[in-house]
């Protein structure tokens, strides 16, 4: 094969994933919430082939889940971008944070750490003034931090894991867009991240589905009652992306961390770098200015109408 046909072969398999990693992964397992440090394959989020074109230049975002996984990858992207970010993680995650706000920094950009969890009281609200504090305002809100457990039968479900799993995933999207509306302008943008369990469902993950379900309603109610403000709101549902979230999952075993993505039409989880245009282009007004109540669906080739 000539240098040429290398050349292009490699082009080919680079934009058809083909070089992203595959199961089987190493077996492992984590106490949640996970690090993206201890994971093994590395998780991909600096997007090397993206080119960036100013989209969100002078913008200011907060993200939540933003140390790690796609929240990491969605605020490298969006400082690549132009972007001012403000990333919420939880303590014990700070390791991972002060990885992002380097790479961030690489960039130019700003970057401020803001940990907390959004599950106490009153926290979401002073989170939304804090990142309005340090940036000077905000134009992008990413509700993005999550919960899960998988459980072999509902019985197994606590009242403690479903108010917890509720309290993370919609209940602190719900606070976060109280606390932000009133602080954006017109040309804004709120983003949540939903899932494919909130399409297809998940035998073993009820709370978590019902959660992700209730997003993409939140979602499509928030935005028609936010296009007089001229604020959009749209959410993403990525099908299994590679990130801490399921490795540090109690209810899946280490051999089923290596195995986590097969499942999928092009035999492997996605990596946080792939999921994170999508928030570029819903948060963009040069792109995305005639797209609101959508939940845009990123699933490795699953299809579905709903």
Request: glycine content about 8%.
């Amino acid at each position: 094969m000539s240098k040429k046909d290398q050349r292009s072969r490699s082009h080919r398999d680079e934009a058809s994933g083909v070089r992203q990693p595959k199961p089987p992964f190493k077996e492992q397992h984590q106490r949640s919430p996970g690090l993206e440090s201890k994971l093994d394959p590395e998780p991909k989020f600096r997007a090397e082939t993206y080119r960036p074109a100013g989209k969100l230049k002078d913008k200011a975002a907060l993200i939540t889940g933003g140390d790690s996984g796609i929240g990491r990858a969605v605020a490298l992207m969006f400082a690549r971008e132009g972007a001012s970010v403000a990333i919420n993680y939880l303590e014990v995650e700070q390791s991972d944070a002060e990885k992002t706000r380097r790479e961030i920094e690489k960039t130019g950009a700003t970057c401020c750490l803001i940990p907390g969890d959004l599950t106490e009281n009153g926290f979401c609200e002073r989170l939304v003034d804090k990142a309005v504090e340090e940036l000077g305002k905000l134009d992008i809100l990413v509700s993005n931090a999550a919960h899960q457990e998988r459980k072999s039968d509902l019985e197994e479900v606590s009242d403690e894991e479903i108010e917890r799993t509720f309290a993370t995933n919609i209940f602190a999207y719900m606070r976060l867009a109280r606390a932000a509306v009133p602080r954006m302008k017109p040309g804004g943008a709120i983003i949540a991240t939903s899932s494919e369990t909130g399409l297809f469902g998940s035998e073993k993950l009820p709370d978590y589905s019902a959660t992700k379900g209730a997003i993409n309603a939140f979602t499509k109610t928030l935005a028609q009652s936010l296009i007089d403000k001229g604020i959009r709101v749209n959410a993403v549902a990525p099908g299994p992306v590679w990130t801490p979230l399921n490795p540090s999952d109690a209810g899946l075993e280490p051999k089923d961390v290596a195995k986590f993505g097969k499942q999928s039409p092009l035999g492997r989880p996605a990596q946080p770098e792939e999921l994170a245009p999508a928030y570029v282009f819903l948060a963009s007004n040069a792109d995305s200015s005639y797209i609101t109540g959508t939940v845009l669906q990123v699933l490795g080739g699953e299809t579905t109408g709903g």
